[in-house]
């Protein structure tokens, strides 16, 4: 996926992304950081087409995704949003199940290949037992993983996740992003937006920095993820220290009195 000169805006807003451009490596996991109302979640819809560009474009293989048919695009690129709504009562399967929409006919049934892909996918989050289950009786992280189990099911080449891994326990979010680093290390281009900087660190191939609506920074985590931009970009004093060649930040102390 590659960016250029992308433009945001709301309405009649000043624009929450400006003149930004991203080269999103191929096959690789991309971890897009930033502080609340950076504009994470804004250049994410800009990427998938939930929000239309006041100018620059989105290439996906090369193309403009505007120029995409629907369905298409929905076959290339799978998002998962920020906060999305479950449908009243629905199961988990059949929540995951929707992920397959993009593949069938008009009317089309599941296939055996559709059934091998949701199951596939219900085991990948760990959720196998609880497919029956309706989703607004799952606890918030089993949720989440619900939803994951929805967008890898999709089968896309592209996948945009937008918080994957808030709500989850330490444990789960590192089951999240393994499974979410299995899929780039098969191949697929992952954009990830994560708040756990650590954890980002650990797993990102390319690491995004964004602050105000523009890249503050990007590059390998270990070059990035310095004390001088945590202090820049988040307004944050940490230390950070290196283990096994990626950074772990430490946030100072901060006692009040
Ligand atoms: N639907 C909307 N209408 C108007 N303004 C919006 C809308 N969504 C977001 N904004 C504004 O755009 C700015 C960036 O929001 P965005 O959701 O992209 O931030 P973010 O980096 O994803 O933050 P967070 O870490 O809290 O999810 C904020 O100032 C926000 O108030
Ligand atoms: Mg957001």
Known sequence: MHVE???????????????????VPAGRLTAVVGPNGSGKSTLLRGMSRLLTPQSGQVLLDGTDIHKLPARELARKLGVLPQGPVTPEGITAAELVSRGRHPHRGLFGRLTAEDDAVIDEALAAVELTELRERPVDQLSGGQRQRVWIAMVLA?????????????????????????????AAATGRTVVAVLHDLTLAAQYA????????GRIAAEGRPVDVLTEELLDDVFGLQATVVEVSGAPVVVPDRRLAG
């Open 154 to 182: 999709q089968g896309t080449q592209h996948l945009l996740l937008d918080e994957p891994t808030t709500y989850l326990d330490l444990a789960h979010a590192v089951d999240v992003m393994n499974v979410v680093h299995a």
């Open 205 to 212: 191939d390319h690491l995004v920095v964004m602050g105000e």
């Open 5 to 23: 000169n992308l433009t945001l805006a709301y309405g009649a807003d000043a624009p929450v992304v400006s003149g930004l451009t991203l080269e």
